[in-house]
């Protein structure tokens, strides 16, 4: 049996990743922010762990608590946005919102879970984002989110270097119908998860370090 971790799984598309992981006889691992979470997941049958990881001490016990797991696949899927474009500077209290749940907590997150994930010769993903790609930018909305997801991207592919025996990825989910990608989004919650799991499931050698999008396709330009 197949262990998933969701780092981010009290709603949205971390809750439908440990749905459908878990419809697929996997032994699911689900961190969630509050008590509606860890309900959620529970009624899943996922085991739930409280971590904010907007909160550096919160992310820090991460480890502890899954002290001895080997993780076939985790997934790194809490995110936090904000619209505004570069005619607005960013807030200090955005910034570090955003920073903090979409980069800091990642990076934290790396040396704790990526050597269970070593252990398992798994996959560690990170949901990123096609408006990180700095080849192909349209207009400046949400330009801290931008910035947030295009670090994300070298942060996974310099970690790469330091976890040979894991497969470390960021992928793009697509814009997806949820609190964050708005009703008039083309991509269903359960669509886009589908095609997540299939395109981490065929990964190659080649593939360490990149960006992948939903629908398997490798990103031309990061």
């Given amino acids: 049996m197949s262990t998933v971790l969701v780092i981010g799984a009290s709603r949205g598309i971390g809750l439908e990743l440990v749905c459908q992981y878990a419809a697929e006889g996997c032994r699911v691992i689900a961190t969630v922010r509050d008590e509606a979470g860890r309900a959620r997941v529970q ?12 909160n550096p001490a919160s992310v820090s016990g991460l480890a502890w608590q899954l002290d001895g797991e080997e993780i076939d696949v985790a997934l790194y899927v809490a995110g936090v946005m904000r619209r505004p474009g570069a005619r607005t500077p960013p807030t200090q209290t955005d910034f570090d919102a955003v920073m903090h749940a979409n980069l800091l907590g990642a990076m934290q997150a790396i040396p704790q879970v990526a050597p269970m994930v070593e252990a398992a010769g798994g996959v560690f993903a990170f949901l990123s984002s096609s408006m990180s790609q700095i080849g192909s930018v349209g207009e400046s909305s949400a330009w801290l989110y ?3 997801k295009a670090a994300l991207n070298m942060a996974v592919a310099a970690a790469q270097h330091d976890y040979p025996a894991a497969t470390l ?5 697509g814009w997806v119908r949820t609190d964050m990608g708005g009703e008039s989004a083309p991509l ?13 499931a065929h990964l190659t050698p080649a593939d360490k370090g990149r960006l992948l999008h939903h629908d398997g396709q490798r990103a031309a330009h990061w």
């Fill in 43 to 54: 009624a899943l049958g996922a085991q739930a762990l409280t971590v904010d990881v907007a």
């Fill in 146 to 148: 931008r910035t947030s």
């Fill in 169 to 173: 990825v960021t992928i793009d989910p």
């Fill in 188 to 200: 269903s919650v359960e669509d886009s998860v589908r095609g997540m799991r299939r395109t981490l």
